[in-house]
């Protein structure tokens, strides 16, 4: 922290150095910029998570769902003065105005830079907003508050923004859809089911034994399921049974626009499991028999994984071990 050039140490050489005096000092350095020293008297920092809130009816409370932390915020007071000394700061800086001016320089270039945070260390950040006040007394003094607020997708790759892979989210969805559905007055025996289809279809993505046919089937099951959950909830009954009042059609009130969100962006995690599934293999292309032979023997030719091939055809050969001259499979390219 800043000291007046000039003011001793501390009370004796005997006495623990303070942990403020140990800080580095902060400063501020936007990407293709200069460094651009800040002498701080004070640093708050802001963060937290953010929590969405799901209220059920006739139960007190709130089921709460953590969608991950709040961007962090460092509010930090400064002051220029061509008296204040601080370790670490080279004695040709000329503080006020000359380095100040350069930070406000940086300020209004917009870019993201690294920010040596007293408290925290090296952080990559913005400035938010900022405060200047110059006053005349003492003269040539100038007080800066300013916020660093941190950014987390400055150097992040292409993957940080994919869909979430339908492993590792395709249940949790549909706990959060059953959630949702109850909370709004509506269950059936499709509802229920819904764990059970997307435990197996995760549980068929898993097996190396799966073939391409058991997921497209999983799928149309799944599938199938979504459809008739939807329209048992959205569409009247039709006559002779008497319409039923709008309560009967929770997922056409207001309510249960978030279950029919959820309804179809589960049907879309699924419609791309086989996608997933067969995404890190290689491209394939049509292989013809050129003679009497067997797939296994077209493997060990081809020098490519036997139970891969074995997969890949599952629909297309009913005999692995009889293939005949002129018959087509696919193999990888």
């Not at 006040?133 to 993957?159: H, I, K, Q, R, Y």
């Not at 229920?192 to 279809?201: G, I, P, Q, T, V």
């Not at 034994?209 to 997921?215: G, V």
Request: charged share 30%; with cysteine.
């Amino acid at each position: 922290m800043a000291t007046a050039r000039g003011a001793a140490e501390g009370p004796n050489e005997d006495s623990p150095e303070p942990v403020a005096e140990q800080y580095d000092i902060c400063t501020f350095t936007p990407d293709g910029g200069e460094t651009c020293y800040l002498l701080v008297e004070e640093v708050r920092e802001e963060g937290g998570s953010r929590l969405v809130e799901h209220e059920r009816p006739y139960r007190d409370g709130a089921k709460l769902d953590h969608t991950g932390q709040r961007a962090r915020r460092w509010r930090v007071k400064a002051c220029y003065n061509n008296n204040l000394t601080e370790q670490g700061l080279p004695d040709d800086v000329v503080l006020y105005p000359t380095e100040l001016n350069k930070l406000m320089r940086a300020i209004r270039s917009q870019e993201t830079g690294d920010a040596v945070i007293p408290t925290v260390g090296k952080r990559r950040c913005k400035v938010g907003t900022y405060s200047r006040v110059d006053g005349a007394d003492p003269v040539d003094t100038a007080m800066l508050e300013l916020l660093f607020v941190e950014d987390s997708e400055d150097n992040v790759d292409a993957s940080s923004f994919t869909d979430p892979s339908v492993r590792a989210s395709v249940i949790r969805l549909t706990q959060q859809t059953q959630f949702s559905a109850q909370s709004v007055g509506a269950w059936d025996e499709n509802l229920s089911n819904l764990s059970d289809f997307a435990e197996e279809l995760t549980a068929l993505m898993n097996s190396p034994f799966t073939t391409l046919e058991d997921i497209q089937s999983q799928q149309r099951r799944d599938k199938r399921a979504i459809e008739r959950i939807h329209k048992a909830h959205t569409e009247p009954r039709v006559p002779p049974e008497p319409v039923p009042p709008p309560s009967n059609m929770p997922f056409s009130d207001p309510a249960g626009a978030t279950v029919t969100r959820q309804l179809v962006e589960l049907e879309d995690m699924i419609g791309r499991a086989e996608e997933e599934r067969y995404s890190s293999r290689p491209r394939t292309r049509t292989y013809t028999v050129q003679e009497d032979t067997d797939l296994f023997s077209i493997a060990a030719d081809l020098k490519q994984d036997p139970m891969q091939l074995l997969e890949l055809n599952s629909a297309r050969v009913e005999d692995p071990l009889d293939l005949r001259q002129g018959d087509t499979i696919r193999v990888y390219a």
